[in-house]
């Protein structure tokens, strides 16, 4: 029965051969990536802005401006959205060569639902880091309490232990 041994390390590691007798002899890690930045092919940014739908040459569909009332407009696309659906049913039994127009206004509708979705996105991030923080607020406080409860109870037991001892 034949077995393979694991690789041997890279040869970098004879960087960090002194590393716990001289922390400092170690290299520095590599700076953070800024800007743009290719992984497996593709391009990628590290800012993490949202770009407009005109930027990405999709017609907006909903009221522009900084007080977008997002339940509305999610509820306002949706139902349009239904409606591009059931015409594209009837062109279809109808006249199935004019399919291609409906297809693309149904298209516009979902990137329209998915850009407003994609601006919740911070909110939500934030809603998810306040529920964790009161999650370990609420859990550190029942740690305290039980603490308490079992210094309490050893000093019960202690008093009691030094009752006996002094009864005796």
Do not use: W
């Not at 497996?40 to 040459?57: I, K």
């Not at 977008?68 to 109808?94: M, P, Y």
């Not at 999650?135 to 309490?152: F, G, P, S, T, Y």
């Amino acid at each position: 029965m034949a077995t393979a041994t694991y690789p041997p390390p890279p040869p970098f590691y004879r960087l960090y051969k002194e590393y716990l007798q001289d922390p400092k002899s170690a290299p520095e890690p590599p700076p953070p990536i800024e800007g743009t930045y290719v992984c497996f092919g593709g391009n990628y940014t590290t800012s993490d802005v949202l770009p407009s739908l005109e930027e990405q040459g999709v017609r907006q569909l909903y009221s522009k401006g900084p007080n977008v009332d997002f339940k509305k407009e999610l509820r306002s696309l949706n139902g349009e959205l239904q409606l591009h659906v059931l015409e594209l049913a009837d062109i279809l039994i109808e006249r199935p060569s004019q399919y291609a127009r409906r297809v693309e206004e149904i298209s516009t509708v979902f990137k329209n639902l998915h850009h407003l979705l994609n601006s919740l996105r911070p909110h939500q991030a934030r809603a998810t880091l306040i529920h964790i923080l009161e999650l370990q607020i609420q859990h550190r406080k029942q740690a305290v309490e039980d603490i308490k409860r079992r210094r309490e109870e050893a000093r019960r037991l202690l008093n009691e232990s030094l009752a006996t001892l002094d009864g005796h």
